[in-house]
């Protein structure tokens, strides 16, 4: 309350008159030592024009006691009789009136648009900022409505008299984003609203306050954020290099062009290496374009076209330049442009002639430049600006980056398809075990490439092997590891082993290679195989598999099952068995030998998978080959995600009457005994005209199974394709070529074999040895 009795009088000329007794407890000064003294000696600093001539401010007064008391003043007129000014009244304004004082200087000059309406949407009070913003005094304000004053302002959609009824109505705030068009006074912008109620002592809402503030890069900054987004999510779906283009264009028309165009330098499409860009003219091929409107403009280059842009031209600029070109009407090389284009497809010349503007943006990821997106906007579409050329820039560093990731997964699958077909047999090996048709269909995913491999390998003894394998993992990597374990294998079967000792050194062989520098991609990817043995001279199958699914089987009846057989350790695990299984088959038995591409998927059961695969084998079918294209249309998946490899085979038998067998005594003196047997049998064959080179063989390989080897001995000829010659005995011992000396006594038997039939050979059984050799047939049988 003391500073309400604060009073001062002064005179016309500053003089003070008269001190109260609150001016005495502020200052400290007894009003003898302060009337008939100058006002200004009380100041501790001068007090600021504005101040004084309003009559109001904050002064800094000199207390008594040396310090300063800053006091907020106020001053009243005094007036003679005659009117005349005869001095001045101050006092010293309450804490409270001060405080409210600065909040009305805090809202006039705040630097938001804030106002204040009553609760018919009229103006109540608005501050500078307001007020500069509308281009309008306060008192061409207060008392109206803003549609009074911006009769268009609701017509675009600001929504503001709305959502100062609904605060009125409701009592609850209001924040909304609204826009105001190029044609209003405020211009185009982006504008955050804020409104609340002012309620009065009874809790009812008496105005409305707003406070508003320009957004528009705000705006703009998520627009062009929100577009990337859709961009990344929208661009770059597939690994396709003309799908990604198209995806680009999709994105640019309509929201950014009216027409749009991808253009790409040749070696992108194809395997070749990277190019620089020529200097000149530049011959790009066009692979993408659209416009907003079909048909207008025709393209002046056709899809899949090549055209030659002259240098000043915008894409030409952008590729050499690398950077993004913004031209239009009034620019000599874009008008030049124009004319050139005119004279090549004078069709279009209407449409160029509304062209606003065109926007050339190079495609360039990793430092290679790809080709160059174009946009152009005709009117009465605005033309591009400088935050278009940013987002085009934006854009097109995305779309570049999944061209070029397209480009380069097309070139390594092309290489891995090239390097995985010159591995895979071409022509399968002619033989008459089985009957074999197959199917090869490499993974169309994003993946890549896989390693999946089937082969056909003949045997010794009209006996055939039948192979599949599967390196798990996609690429060039995989394709490389399956040729060495393919190569592999036929090295092995050459020596023939037994399908589970063969897998055992194949096992072997992935462990070295793992251990090895060069092997860590085997490491990686794993591998899994299945090798059989078909004899149709016993009609008997031998398989073992390493981690690979297990053969499905229809028999001549139409049964069909799957193997059941141990599925073993996937190659490269080491130090675990594998279990070969023996089954005899009906001549005609359909064995199935297929990977797990064909069965299995992220969201397939493969019990169900290889159900249909038995039920498939069933279908009526002319030839194998047709029942490879039945099985595969049944059971593989619309998308496989993995290769798949489909081998057929179907089992043969030999008659008996195509094989003799004699038990041989192991003395030399019956080998003439067993010559004459053999010299017999191939005349009841016809097979006169081979008599001599076979009498050569049979004795060599029977004297020797006699001289070095154990009994019992046994003699079998085959009738086949060939004419083959086996000698089994009771040793182990592996025979092998030796050069013999000039004076030797022996030495060249085997030698003498080896240059008489087409190949010979050794295998190990169960009692033994076998040796063998084969012989061309008579070409009229």
């Not at 503007?357 to 600006?385: C, K, W």
């Not at 022509?427 to 390693?451: F, M, N, T």
């Not at 063969?502 to 991609?521: K, N, P, Q, R």
Request: include cysteine.
């Amino acid at each position: 309350m003391e500073h309400v009795s604060a009073v001062a009088t002064l005179d016309a000329h500053g003089t003070v008159t008269g001190w109260s007794e609150g001016a005495r407890r502020l200052t400290g000064y007894p009003a003898g030592e302060v009337v008939g003294r100058d006002a200004r000696e009380l100041l501790a600093r001068d007090v600021p024009p504005g101040a004084l001539a309003g009559l109001a401010g904050t002064a800094a007064l000199r207390h008594r006691d040396g310090s300063t008391v800053t006091l907020c003043l106020r001053g009243s007129r005094l007036t003679g009789a005659a009117g005349t000014p005869d001095g001045f009244v101050v006092t010293v304004e309450p804490a409270a009136e001060r405080a409210f004082h600065l909040t009305g200087e805090t809202f006039q000059q705040a630097s938001l648009s804030m106002s204040v309406h009553d609760t018919r949407q009229r103006y109540l009070r608005v501050n500078d900022t307001a007020r500069r913003m509308l281009g309008l005094p306060a008192e061409d304000l207060i008392g109206r409505r803003l549609p009074e004053v911006m009769e268009q302002i609701d017509a675009n959609g600001f929504g503001f008299m709305r959502h100062l009824r609904e605060v009125v109505d409701t009592g609850r705030p209001a924040h909304y984003e609204t826009f105001t068009s190029d044609s209003s006074r405020l211009g185009e912008h982006v504008w955050t609203i804020e409104m609340w109620p002012v309620r009065d002592a009874s809790d009812e809402v008496a105005a409305v306050a707003v406070a508003g503030f320009e957004s528009t890069e705000q705006h703009r900054s998520r627009q062009r954020l929100g577009l990337l987004n859709e961009a990344a999510a929208g661009i770059g779906t597939t690994l396709d290099v003309v799908r990604t283009a198209e995806e680009l264009i999709e994105f640019l028309v309509p929201r950014f062009a009216d027409f749009a165009s991808v253009d790409l330098l040749d070696w992108v499409l194809g395997a070749d290496e990277p190019l620089a860009v020529p200097a000149e003219a530049v011959e790009l091929r066009r692979v993408a374009h659209s416009a907003t409107t079909e048909g207008c403009p025709r393209a002046s280059v056709h899809l899949g076209d090549t055209d030659v842009y002259p240098p000043y031209s915008a894409p030409a600029r952008a590729l050499t330049e690398g950077r993004a070109v913004l031209t239009g009407p009034g620019d000599p090389d874009f008008d030049r442009w124009m004319r050139a284009r005119d004279e090549q497809a004078p069709y279009n010349r209407s449409y160029r002639e509304r062209v606003r503007s065109t926007l050339a943006v190079p495609l360039v990821a990793r430092g290679t430049t790809l080709g160059v997106a174009v946009a152009v906007r005709a009117a009465p579409q605005p033309p591009h600006v400088h935050d278009d050329t940013v987002l085009a820039e934006e854009l097109a560093s995305r779309a570049a980056v999944c061209i070029d990731n397209a480009r380069r997964f097309a070139r390594e699958r092309s290489t891995a398809l090239t390097l995985q077909h010159s591995l895979l047999p071409k022509d399968l090996p002619g033989q008459v075990a089985v009957e074999v048709a197959h199917r090869y269909l490499p993974s169309v995913s994003a993946a890549g490439i896989g390693g999946d491999w089937y082969d056909v390998i003949p045997l010794s003894g009209s006996r055939v092997a039948l192979v599949v394998g599967d390196v798990v993992g996609h690429g060039i990597p995989s394709t490389a590891t399956m040729g060495r374990l393919c190569t592999a294998v036929r090295t092995l079967a050459d020596v023939d082993l037994p399908p589970d000792e063969l897998l055992t050194h194949l096992d072997d062989l992935v462990g070295h290679l793992t251990a090895g520098d060069s092997g860590d991609e085997v490491a990686e990817l794993g591998a899994t195989c299945l090798y059989a043995v078909y004899d149709p001279v016993s009609r008997s199958l031998t398989l073992a598999a390493a981690g690979h699914p297990a053969p499905a089987l229809v028999l001549p009846d139409g049964t069909t099952r799957l193997v059941d057989m141990a599925a073993g350790p996937p190659l490269g695990v080491g130090g675990l068995p594998f279990e070969a299984t023996e089954l005899k088959l009906p001549e005609g038995s359909v064995l199935a030998l297929y990977t797990d591409g064909l069965v299995e998927d992220r969201d397939r059961d493969v019990d169900h998978a290889t159900a249909e695969l038995c039920r498939a084998l069933t279908a009526p079918a002319n030839s194998l080959d047709a029942l490879c294209d039945t099985v595969l249309k049944a059971v593989m998946p619309e998308e496989p995600s993995d290769d798949v490899a489909l081998l057929l085979a179907r089992t043969r038998a030999l008659g008996t009457d195509q094989i003799r067998t004699w038990d041989v005594l192991p003395d030399p003196a019956h080998v003439a005994a067993t010559r004459a047997s053999v010299t017999e049998q191939l005349t009841r064959w016809g097979l006169d005209e081979a008599a001599f080179v076979t009498e050569l063989v049979v004795s060599e390989l029977v004297t020797n199974a006699i001289r070095y080897g154990e009994p019992p001995i046994q003699l079998r000829l085959i009738r086949d394709s060939a004419l083959i010659c086996e000698v089994s005995d009771g040793s182990a011992t592996s025979p092998h070529l030796r050069r013999a000396h000039a004076y030797d006594e022996g030495g060249r038997g085997l030698l003498l074999v080896a240059q008489l039939t087409d190949r010979w050979g050794s295998r190990q059984t169960g009692t033994g040895k076998t040796i063998w050799a084969e012989q061309p047939l008579p070409a009229d049988l």
